[in-house]
């Protein structure tokens, strides 16, 4: 976890710089796809180019935190857009990418939970305590490995129902985090993506 890798003017150059794209309205969130649109295990998956300025925030992220060259750096961006009372419920980003996952959260803090992974035959019969960490404005979050497989994660925006039982001083870093008193959290989740086998 790297805190304030960014500063609150370059969060905004870099929330700006998405709002230039298009948004696809979820449910509960706004989303873009740089780098191509994911694909059921069965379908060919037709990458495109990352704008210029995300591939080069790749390859700054991937050597400064992975110490990785820069000729492999992330090649997918998604983009998400959460008020202050929305999130996302828990899941695993899944084998669509290599193991690793690096998170930019631009703009307001939010909660992001991490629970053991669990087998149908272990629901209710073995502890899934959460674990909690706040992601703040301008931070950048890697996990890989087991945190990346056998665990899942779910986000939660400061004012969801969800983060009704977080601590006192949890609760006091996201009322205070936000930049220029934002209610609204960008994120850019940077990943790889396995090469695809072809669906013929």
């Known amino acids: 976890y790297a805190q304030a890798?960014?500063?609150a003017a370059q969060q905004r150059w870099l929330a700006s710089a998405c709002d230039l794209y298009e948004?696809?309205?979820?449910?509960?969130?706004?989303?873009?796809?740089h780098g191509g649109k994911p694909v059921a295990p069965n379908e060919d998956f037709e990458a495109e180019a990352l704008p210029l300025w995300l591939s080069q925030l790749g390859e700054l992220l991937s050597s400064a935190i992975l110490n990785d060259?820069?000729?492999?750096?992330?090649?997918?961006?998604?983009?998400?857009?959460?008020?202050?009372?929305?999130?996302?419920?828990?899941?695993?980003?899944?084998?669509?990418?290599?193991?690793?996952?690096?998170t930019i959260s631009l703009l307001m803090p939010a909660v992001?939970?991490?629970?053991p992974r669990l087998r149908p035959e272990e629901i209710g019969k073995v502890p899934n305590a959460a674990v909690d960490m706040v992601l703040?404005?301008?931070?950048?979050?890697?996990?890989?490995?087991?945190?990346?497989s056998d665990?899942?994660?779910?986000?939660?925006?400061?004012?969801s129902a969800m983060l009704e039982d977080v601590s006192a001083s949890m609760k006091a870093l996201l009322e205070e985090g936000s930049v220029d008193g934002s209610r609204r959290r960008v994120s850019l989740t940077l990943r790889r993506v396995k090469k695809q086998p072809s669906a013929d």
Do not use: K
């Open 136 to 148: 703040e404005p301008g931070s950048v979050l890697l996990f890989t490995g087991e945190a990346y």
């Open 112 to 115: 992001v939970r991490f629970r």
């Open 69 to 102: 060259e820069p000729s492999i750096p992330p090649d997918h961006v998604l983009v998400n857009e959460y008020q202050s009372d929305e999130g996302i419920l828990a899941h695993t980003d899944g084998p669509f990418y290599h193991p690793c996952t690096m």
């Open 23 to 33: 948004w696809i309205s979820l449910r509960a969130r706004r989303v873009q796809h």
């Open 151 to 159: 665990w899942t994660h779910e986000v939660w925006g400061p004012d």
């Open 5 to 7: 890798a960014f500063s």
